[in-house]
């Protein structure tokens, strides 16, 4: 996941309200979202070369992202733990958010750097390891998480707090549940955005300025290495709905889901 934007307890229908672009190879082996078969609580995407999420819900009320941390600066380390089981772990387990990023304080530096999300149906949680490790409860607001600081003013996280923020203060945020599929399409069209960010608004992490302008949109578009899906992740107090858009490597739609999940309490 390279680009999350989430609203928290700004809505009173959605307390919790998230919009995210999964960046990746196009050629790494990923399940698009469904329900895990070892867990059938847990929905979401599942990375079929390490085990891990990149972005999963729980039927008991729980949410986690992840993200990259980019930073072409720091010499490359080895990370004998896959930052997708911050995810995994987290939605399987029954911790409270807070309680959980703290307790990484330990093992943080086995994962790939890492920007983690973490809800347990009452508290938000933020939890990094890069450049050292620090977690803390997320303030309600909206926000955005991409792979850089927590809010950092990146373009594209920008852009996509601003949609985030106009589709809740519409009309389309308070229909009925079974026409939530159409009425999210604001939401999926903002993040298919191929739009480059200007070249003195692109964040420098090290990777070069060829690098940076094909990674700023919200949208990555490029047949090695771009974006895989979008989701969309409204939690109420009841239910949670999980909608999904798979792309191929040329940026078309390849799959389509849209879950809505009761919450088990």
């Known amino acids: 996941m390279c680009l999350v934007a989430v609203a928290w307890r700004t809505h009173p229908r959605w307390p919790l309200a998230l919009i995210a672009n999964r960046d990746e190879l196009h050629d790494r082996p990923a399940a698009p979202a469904g329900f895990d078969p070892d867990a059938p609580d847990v929905y979401g995407g599942r990375d079929l070369v390490q085990g891990g999420g990149w972005l999963q819900v729980s039927r008991h ?5 992840v993200t990259n941390v980019r930073d072409g600066k720091a010499p490359a380390q080895a990370a004998p733990r896959s930052r997708g089981w911050l995810v995994r772990d987290f939605v399987r387990g029954d911790a409270t ?3 959980a990023v703290q ?8 994962y790939g750097r890492f920007n983690l999300l973490a809800w347990d149906g009452d508290r938000l949680a933020f939890a990094t390891n890069h450049p050292a490790f620090a977690a803390s409860e997320v303030q309600p607001g909206v926000h955005a998480m991409s792979n850089g600081a927590f809010d950092a003013p990146w373009p594209k996280g920008m852009f996509a707090t601003r949609a985030l923020s106009a ?16 009425a999210i399409e604001p939401l999926f069209a903002a993040l298919r955005d191929t739009t480059p960010a200007a070249d003195d608004a692109l964040p420098d992490t090290g990777v070069g300025l060829a690098l940076e302008r094909l990674l700023s949109p919200p949208f990555v578009l490029d047949p090695r290495y771009g974006t895989r899906c979008s989701s969309v992740v409204l939690a109420g107090e ?4 999980f909608a999904e858009r798979g792309y191929d490597a040329a940026g078309r739609v390849s799959t389509r889901s849209f879950q ?6």
């Open 61 to 65: 009320g729980r949410l986690a992202a």
């Open 97 to 99: 958010a807070l309680d």
């Open 103 to 110: 307790a990484l304080s330990a093992s943080a530096p086995e």
């Open 167 to 182: 589709w809740l203060e519409s009309s389309s945020a308070g229909v009925d549940v079974e026409d939530l599929a159409t």
């Open 238 to 241: 009841d239910r949670i709905v």
């Open 260 to 265: 809505v999940l009761r919450v088990l309490r």
